[in-house]
């Protein structure tokens, strides 16, 4: 994985151990930023962000492993955008399918026990696939 994905990933994994552990995009990013100064630039509207959460959904799939982006949600819905559904991570062709494939992952990564990174992560392409 990436240097930011691998920075994301131990942050959402952290989470599911919270009641509601679901963070927003913009705290997410923020968190990243936090993590060292070579991620200064992370914004919740950057393209390398989305790349990164694309990588550790990948990442999860390849470990048989519900999707840890299930837990990055719009302030507003308190849902996942739509780059959510665009990367496959799941979702079907109405906008109630979506929404209850996410609420599914979103339940099985509550449940989930993921590795910390090195103790079983696959390696993964840069380009996220």
């Not at 849902?79 to 559904?85: F, I, K, L, T």
């Not at 609420?103 to 079983?120: C, I, K, L, Q």
Request: aromatic letters at 8%; charged letters at 30%; proline letters at 9%.
């Amino acid at each position: 994985m990436s240097p930011l994905a691998e920075v994301v990933y131990d942050i959402l994994r952290r989470r599911t151990l919270l009641d509601d552990p679901r963070i927003t995009y913009a705290e997410l990013a923020e968190l990243a930023r936090d993590a060292g100064d070579d991620f200064g630039w992370v914004h919740h509207r950057n393209p390398q962000f989305y790349r990164a959460l694309a990588e550790i959904g990948n990442c999860c799939r390849l470990m048989g492993m519900p999707p840890l982006p299930a837990l990055v949600v719009r302030a507003d819905t308190r849902r996942p955008g739509d780059a959510y559904y665009d990367d496959k991570c799941r979702g079907g062709q109405t906008r109630g399918e979506r929404i209850a494939a996410w609420r599914e992952d979103f339940e099985a990564v509550r449940r989930a026990t993921y590795p910390s990174r090195g103790t079983g992560t696959p390696p993964v392409p840069r380009d996220g696939r």
